[in-house]
Each structure stands twice: as C-alpha cells, then as structure tokens.
C-alpha cells in the first residue's frame, strides 16, 4: 500500500513537473504574450495624446475653410464614391485651391501617419482633379510626409507594436538590414517599388532596426514615384 502510496505522489510530482515545463517552454510563453495588450500606460497615453494633436490641427483646418456642402464629402472607398466626390469638389477646388490643397494634405499625411487605410482612393481623387503632373506631385508629397511622420511616430512607441504584430517578419526585416548596411539605400529603393513588404511596416520598422532617417526619406520620396504615376494616371 505504501509502494502504492508512492508511485501515486511520484507520478503527482511528475506531471506537475511536466506541466511546469510546457509553462516555461518559449511556446508557451508567446501564447500568453499575443493575448496582452503591448503598449504600457505611459505608451498609451503619448499614442492618444499624437493623435489628438494631429485631430485637433486636422478639424481646424476644416473649420476654418469654406463653407461647402459636408454633407456630401466623405473619404472615398471605392471608384463610385470617388467619382461623386470629384463631381462635388471640382468646382470647390478651383474656387478655394490654395485651402483645398491644404485641406487635402494634411487629411492625407494624417491617415498616413497613423496607418488608416483609404489613401489609394486620395491619390485617385489628386489625379482627378489636379491632373497627372501636379497629381503625381502632390501625391509623393504628401506619402513622403506620411510616412516620415509615421516613422517619428514609431520611434517614440512604435517597438512594442511592431514586435507584437510581426515578430518574424520583423525579425526578418533586421536581418536582411544587417546583410546590407553598404548599400543600404539600393534596398530601401527595392522595397518601396516592389511589393516584397508592405509600406505600412516599412514606415514602423525602419527606426526599429536602425535605418538613419536619410536613408528612408530619400528612399520614400524615389521609391513611391512609380507606383503613385501608376495611381494618379486612373483617374
């Protein structure tokens, strides 16, 4: 009865031995990671408090322009809602261009820098009704500008982020930085024309693994020509 005793506490300590181990095995520790939210209190706060700075500047600029008809103007999410948008904004633009312009780029870097989706609908909207030359200008512009704020942005909270959503292709990302520090320019280049990785974590990783602003500046202003001439001639 003992040795029955024994071999029950043995297998006891075994499977809570076992049980510890699944707990701490690196497996187990990501499952329990993914759940949690990866911003701090105070990372939280700085995030709230950007974008209701950005908010803030964007309902100023709209408020103080022209009166038009609200009502009407949305963000475009498809090619029918452009052409509506267009129908309404075409005269508006050539009355008030030089506040429209202004309207239209801080609207554009805003949904840029805090990645909310609807920019290929605004680079639509530039060429159809500024024309593919100004259109394409006004586009690189504005995405540039985006993208350098998002950046910014990722320096000051973006690391925990980035590591929670793309662990592996971030890990990936560094990697293939540190293979290519000599020539680093020629693969940003690379990445911004080809669809290799999305712009969006582009713009959040590069501080991350330590590409100088220089580099992903210039990188994004010659790297989105393509792609926004591609964009702004469908109109």
């Known amino acids: 009865m003992m040795a029955a005793a024994r071999n029950f506490v043995g297998d006891n300590t075994r499977q809570r031995d ?35 700075l950005f908010s803030s500047g964007l309902f100023s600029i709209f408020f103080t322009m022209p009166a038009a008809e609200y009502s009407k103007i949305k963000l475009p999410r498809s090619v029918s809602d452009l052409r509506v948008l267009k129908d309404h904004l075409g005269s508006y633009a050539n009355d008030y261009q030089a506040r429209f312009i202004l ?98 974590f582009i713009n959040l990783a590069s501080p991350i693994v330590d590409i100088p602003f220089h580099v992903f500046f210039f990188a994004t202003l010659l790297g989105l020509v393509p792609a926004s001439y591609i964009t702004v001639r469908r109109r």
Not at 20 to 48: C, I, M
Not at 142 to 168: D, H
Not at 195 to 200: A, E, G, V
């Open 18 to 52: 076992e049980e510890n181990l699944k707990e701490d095995s690196p497996t187990s520790k990501r499952a329990k990671l993914e759940g949690r939210f990866p911003l701090t209190k105070w990372e939280l706060a700085a995030a709230v408090s950007v974008f209701l």
């Open 103 to 200: 309207g239209y780029c801080s609207t554009y870097i805003f949904m840029q820098t805090f990645m909310i989706p609807g920019t290929i609908f605004m680079s639509l909207l530039a060429g159809a009704l500024f024309g593919v030359i100004r259109g394409l200008l006004l586009v690189v512009f504005n995405a540039t500008a985006g993208a350098s704020s998002c950046y910014f942005l990722s320096k000051l909270i973006g690391r925990p982020i980035v590591n929670w959503l793309w662990p592996e292709r971030l890990r990936f990302f560094q990697a293939e930085i540190a293979k290519r520090r000599e020539k680093l320019l020629n693969y940003m280049l690379f990445l911004r024309i080809t669809p290799t990785l999305p712009n969006t």
